[in-house]
Antibody, heavy 120, light 108 residues
Framework: QVQLQESGPGLVKPSETLSLTCTVS??????????WSWIRQPPGKGLEWIGY???????SYNPSLKSRVTISQDTSNNQFSLKLTSVTAADTAVYYC????????????WGQGTMVTVSS | EIVLTQSPGTLSLSPGERATLSCRAS???????LAWYQQKPGQAPRVLIY???SRATGIPDRFSGSGSGTDFTLTISRLEPEDLAVYYC?????????FGQGTKLEIK
């Protein structure tokens, strides 16, 4: 059974960089055919896909966030990470990591989510 | 970027009734890349339907998906109180994922 767990600071100051890590167990981030994504959900609002990293290391980002986002992977620790720069209050959200496959491109495994608040 | 518009925004129905949720795309979506999710309060979303009409593992057959092109539907027959949730559609295309804004299902 694949499990994903987000970790990182719950509070980030405006203009600083939000950094989160997703630790994967029961599966490998370097295994062929899977995409590893970050998705966020502001309080009381809907889901927004942030971006993914493919097992090969290639990435794709939401155009609305592309200039501020970097997703990377650490295969030795079976993790992938999110960096979001120059954060504002609008970046306050629950951040999820999730897996999708190359065939149907749906998110079949999700982390439990971690709340990140941007505030001074 | 493909925009997904869900309707209605909120649906209020009684147990045993049938719910029909709509997801309309701004341009044609491959049926293989259209999924539906259920998000209960305080939980992460879980996939219900993938490939527009295939039920995910463990999903009851009360849930069914249909549609093609720009119009997709999630149907929940015989509503149960536990179906209280927000339902999202999601598509993949041109290396980008997008979600609909969600339909909130209330059980009377």
């Amino acid at each position: 059974q694949v499990q994903l767990q987000e970790s990182g600071p719950g509070l980030v100051k405006p203009s600083e960089t939000l950094s989160l890590t997703c630790t994967v167990s029961g599966g490998s981030v370097s295994r062929n055919s899977y995409y590893w994504s970050w998705i966020r959900q502001p309080p009381g609002k809907g889901l927004e896909w942030i971006g993914y990293i493919y097992y090969s290391g290639s990435t794709s980002y939401n155009p609305s966030l592309k200039s501020r986002v970097t997703i990377s992977q650490d295969t030795s620790n079976n993790q992938f990470s999110l960096k979001l720069t120059s954060v504002t209050a609008a970046d306050t959200a629950v951040y999820y990591c999730a897996r999708s496959d190359w065939f149907y491109y749906n998110f079949d495994y999700w982390g439990q989510g971690t709340m990140v608040t941007v505030s001074s | 970027e493909i925009v997904l518009t869900q309707s209605p925004g909120t649906l209020s129905l009684s147990p045993g009734e049938r719910a029909t949720l709509s997801c309309r795309a701004s341009q044609s979506v491959s049926s293989s890349y259209l999924a539906w999710y259920q998000q209960k309060p305080g939980q992460a979303p879980r996939v219900l339907i993938y490939g527009a009409s295939s039920r995910a593992t463990g999903i009851p057959d009360r849930f069914s998906g249909s549609g093609s092109g720009t119009d997709f539907t999630l149907t929940i027959s015989r509503l149960e109180p536990e179906d209280l949730a927000v339902y999202y559609c999601q598509q993949y295309g041109s290396s980008l994922y997008t979600f609909g804004q969600g339909t909130k299902l209330e059980i009377k």
